[in-house]
């Protein structure tokens, strides 16, 4: 999805000094172990973590799962939709990334940026190998675990040989699960949906398709960010930080050709809102409204893409017709 500020449907990059893994890796079930966890974790779910590697310590070589806290939420399962704290070193001490870490730009005491992604055994963001994301499931919305082992047993083909890791390396991550949602891939807003205002696109959503958006001929593109709810929901309101749960499409004013959908990607998914994960015009546009909405958004360059001149869409003004479905 072109949303994200860099590549194609990937969570933005967390404050981290290297680029560990670079391609789909495989995955086992994520509990075994050829000994068990080493290191010592230290702090509650919900702080930052203070994590401790005996001197001596050696990784297993395979992945090691442990539950440091047990939650009193739902419990997490294969498919949903996640939204995770998350802190990860080497055992010799190397800052592999941090959602603790504040990101350039962010406001004292505002939300973190965290991972928002679906639990998976497949590569789905660059944060969290397969295996520490697929150990989130089994665990309790509230819970603290942690996951570690060699490079190879956590990584394996998938390692970047520019990290400066090498396989027989220990790796750890200290996770917590913020929330969890299950969500209805074809769900969208239902409603009776408002004529688009003078000037504006107007927006016809089939059922499991992608949105058709007509971009009204001969009309110049607006040069600041425009928006209108055309349905109502009635659900609770979106907040900065949330992950918000989207059916999205995606069209260019200067020809109304599509350049994305989540249709096109197996259904509705979700991102962090109002934490600079995504374009700048949807964290304007959608911090405030509500789930069951469906608004329109027309986002100029220089809220869209236009601080990046080699993307593809720095120059367009992008039209979205975007459902909030829900909030993780």
Request: glycine share 14%.
């Given at each position: 999805m072109n949303l994200t500020k860099n590549t194609r449907r990937?969570?933005?990059?967390?404050?981290?000094?290297?680029?560990?893994?670079?391609?789909?890796?495989?995955?086992?079930?994520?509990?075994?172990?050829?000994?068990?966890?080493?290191?010592?974790?230290?702090?509650?779910?919900?702080?930052?973590?203070?994590?401790?590697?005996?001197?001596?310590?050696?990784?297993?070589?395979?992945?090691?799962?442990?539950?440091?806290?047990e939650g009193k939420g739902a419990t997490v399962k294969k498919g949903d939709l996640v939204r995770l704290d998350f802190s990860a070193q080497s055992m010799k001490g190397q800052?592999?990334?941090?959602s603790w870490t504040p990101q350039p730009g962010s406001k004292p005491g505002g939300p973190r940026t965290q991972v928002v992604t679906e639990v998976t055994d497949q590569m789905t963001q660059q944060m969290l190998p397969p295996k520490v994301l697929s150990a989130a499931a089994g665990q309790k919305v509230g819970s603290r675990f942690e996951v570690e082992g060699t490079a190879k047993a956590l990584i394996g083909a998938g390692l970047n040989p520019q990290a400066g890791i090498k396989p027989e390396d220990g790796l750890v991550w200290v996770v917590d699960v913020v929330g969890a949602k299950k969500v209805d891939k074809k769900a969208k807003a239902e409603g009776e949906q408002a004529e688009p205002e003078d000037g504006l696109?107007?927006?016809?959503?089939?059922?499991?398709?992608?949105?058709?958006?007509?971009?009204?001929?001969?009309?110049?593109?607006?040069?600041?960010?425009?928006?209108?709810?055309l349905i109502e929901g009635k659900g609770p309101e979106v907040k900065a930080g949330d992950g918000l749960i989207a059916q999205y499409t995606g069209v260019k004013w200067e020809?109304?050709?599509?350049?994305?959908?989540?249709?096109?990607?197996?259904?509705?998914?979700?991102?962090?809102?109002?934490?600079?994960?995504?374009?700048?015009?949807?964290?304007?546009?959608?911090?405030?409204?509500?789930?069951?909405?469906?608004?329109?958004?027309?986002?100029?360059?220089?809220?869209?893409?236009?601080?990046?001149?080699?993307?593809?869409?720095?120059?367009?003004?992008?039209?979205?017709?975007?459902?909030?479905?829900?909030?993780v």
């Open positions: 990937a969570a933005v990059a967390l404050t981290v000094p290297i680029l560990l893994f670079t391609a789909a890796c495989g995955s086992d079930d994520g509990k075994g172990a050829s000994g068990g966890a080493v290191v010592k974790v230290e702090g509650k779910a919900g702080e930052k973590p203070k994590i401790t590697v005996p001197k001596g310590a050696k990784p297993s070589d395979k992945a090691v799962t442990k539950t440091l806290a800052n592999l990334g941090s696109p107007k927006v016809t959503a089939p059922d499991g398709k992608a949105a058709k958006i007509e971009v009204p001929k001969g009309e110049k593109a607006p040069k600041g960010l425009k928006e209108q709810v020809d109304g050709k599509k350049f994305d959908s989540s249709w096109d990607h197996g259904g509705a998914t979700a991102f962090q809102i109002g934490t600079g994960q995504v374009v700048q015009g949807w964290d304007k546009a959608l911090v405030g409204k509500h789930v069951g909405d469906r608004v329109e958004i027309v986002i100029p360059p220089k809220l869209g893409y236009g601080a990046s001149p080699q993307h593809e869409l720095a120059k367009n003004t992008l039209v979205f017709s975007v459902d909030i479905v829900g909030t």
